[in-house]
């Protein structure tokens, strides 16, 4: 028997992970309409903090060749979250939002990885392929709980640059094929990827113990 496809393996060793990160209470509170549009901000703001850490490690590596394949400015999502916030809090929005602990170490721990190509694509995949998966469902039911439109609120989940979702989706689960990287190395891959889980999971639980006051009223 052929040995399966590495996005297909990093796919299954991760799933459970994917699972937990998609029970948070934070998230469900959200998707029912439960939380303000300030409680909803909590969660834009810590995402703003961990992809200017995720997109300034991406630049670095844009040269590096293992890297390099998901090194795709159309996903950057610093401008997007910048509207998001201003939308949100107006134009001092930066005065107005703070990353949290486990933002934090997830950021410390991207920087800590931008030197090693395998770490930021481990990232990079839990990041950016959640956002063009399951964020888009989140994105719809956003847009009818706050009535968003495009300009700002919801642009976080928009990917207008990068054409067809589930072609670019092929395409990438292409490149994580192809990676050039021996057993060994695509071993610690996978252990970041869920490490890199567990990080966005701690900061979700986060975000559900500072709004829980206002959705459990």
């Known amino acids: 028997m052929s040995e399966p496809p590495f996005s ?10 994917h699972e937990s990160a998609e029970d948070e209470s934070y998230l469900k509170a959200l998707m029912a309409g439960r939380l303000g549009p300030e409680a909803y901000g ?5 995402h703003y903090f ?13 040269a590096d060749p293992v890297a390099a394949p998901f090194v795709v400015p159309e996903l950057y999502r610093e401008e997007a979250l910048v ?3 201003e939308t949100i809090y107006g134009s001092g929005w930066r005065s107005r939002i703070a990353p ?19 770490g930021y694509v481990a990232h990079h995949y839990t990041r ?6 399951g964020g888009q469902f989140i994105r719809i039911e956003l847009e009818k709980i706050y009535g968003y439109e495009p300009g700002g609120g919801v642009d976080f989940y928009r990917f207008d640059g990068i054409g067809s979702l589930p072609r670019f989706k092929n395409d990438y689960r292409a490149k994580l094929d192809a990676l050039p990287l021996d057993e060994a190395e695509k071993r610690r891959l996978i252990r970041e990827t869920r490490l890199a889980y567990l990080l966005n999971t701690e900061v979700l639980g986060e975000l559900a113990r500072v709004t829980r006051p206002e959705y459990a009223a």
């Open 128 to 133: 950016y392929m959640g956002d063009l998966s």
């Open 50 to 62: 961990a992809y200017v850490a995720l997109e300034s490690a991406s630049r670095s590596l844009a």
């Open 8 to 17: 297909e393996v990093l796919r299954n060793a991760t799933w459970s992970d």
């Open 100 to 118: 949290s602990k486990p933002t934090l170490t997830l950021v410390a721990r991207i920087n800590q990885v931008a030197t090693w190509p395998g």
């Open 42 to 46: 909590e969660m834009v703001a810590q």
């Open 83 to 85: 509207r998001d916030l």
